[in-house]
């Protein structure tokens, strides 16, 4: 949406995309119904798999994972009945912790964090 969103059409949400964060688009599992998001300058680095490395989940009160994360973390936002979240990362995958690579990674991870606290339903 002219850059200033990222629309999640299979959701029917979309989110600010924050001032910084160039062309994010994403990818939708629809077998486990989760979009992973893709962003240009993470894609370009080497040395990891960039596959899910950053997901959007979604989940109702009384899902495990969606009251844990209620419980632990002020990054959540709720649309409906539904609350999202950026997941963890698994695992760190650019080796050692002070690469430029994890740096950046972590600097993406903030500004996708406050992307979907952005949330906002769309048809």
């Keep these: 949406e002219g850059g200033k969103y990222l629309v999640i059409k299979e959701w029917g949400v979309r989110f600010k995309v924050p001032e ?14 989760y ?3 893709k962003v240009p300058t993470i894609e370009a680095l080497s040395g990891c798999d960039t596959k899910d490395l950053f ?15 209620i419980e632990s973390s002020h990054d959540i936002a709720k649309i409906g009945d539904y609350y ?22 972590y600097k993406v991870r903030q500004q996708l964090i406050e992307m979907v606290k952005s949330i906002t339903a769309f048809n």
């Design 55 to 69: 997901v959007i989940s979604r989940g109702k009160v009384g899902d495990r994972l969606v009251d844990q994360q």
């Design 35 to 37: 979009p992973s998001i």
């Design 20 to 33: 910084g964060l160039k062309n994010p688009s994403y990818t939708y599992n629809s077998e486990f119904d």
């Design 84 to 105: 999202y979240y950026l997941a963890p990362v698994q695992s760190s995958c650019f080796g050692e912790e002070n690469s430029e690579g994890e740096k950046e990674v």
